[in-house]
């Protein structure tokens, strides 16, 4: 199901980091995807501050496909000269950077996800707050504010749904 934005249907594309710097060159955006591409700067102020959002692509079945960029988005690599063919998928945890191997592949393929309703779940247990620290009657003070929230991916359970 596509997500609603400013009134209108719309889904994310998240694509790497390569082709995000391709989609963003101001050349290829107006030669290649013409007047249905919409840079950057021309969307609205609240969804320029998005992260890693390179445009806004405006369907000819009136949906809009907002481009976003994923530093951790993951490669693919075929494998294989008869069947049965595969694939490696080449994945960034957290604290690692994409080997160069990977990249350097000729073989190398991009991954993009076209990310609709329920794709991504926000999640704020504790709201954002002022805090006191006071230890020591006083000798130790501060101020500061917390709080705890993150984006998630949904897994949902099939067998007990």
């Known amino acids: 199901m596509p997500l609603d934005i400013g009134g209108n249907q719309a889904y994310i594309l998240t694509v790497s980091v390569l082709q995000g710097t391709i989609m963003g060159d101001p050349n290829f955006s ?3 995807l013409g007047a249905r591409w919409t ?3 021309l969307l609205p102020a609240d969804i320029q501050k998005w992260n890693g959002l390179v445009g806004k692509l405006s369907c ?3 949906v809009d496909v907002y481009i976003v960029v994923d530093p951790k988005q993951p490669t693919l690599v075929p494998q294989g000269s008869a069947e049965p063919f595969g694939m490696t998928a080449g ?3 957290e604290g690692d950077v994409r080997t160069l191997l990977r990249l350097t592949n000729p073989r190398v393929r991009d991954t993009a996800f076209l990310l609709g ?3 991504i779940a926000c999640w704020e247990p504790e709201k954002m707050h002022l805090v006191e620290q006071d230890e020591e009657y006083h000798r130790i003070y501060g101020h500061g504010i917390k709080g705890v929230w993150g984006y998630s991916l949904p ?3 099939q067998q007990t749904p």
Do not use: E, L, R, S
């Open 117 to 119: 309703k329920a794709a």
């Open 30 to 32: 107006a030669n290649t």
């Open 39 to 41: 840079p950057i700067n």
């Open 91 to 93: 994945y960034v945890f």
């Open 60 to 62: 000819a079945a009136g």
């Open 155 to 157: 897994i949902f359970d």
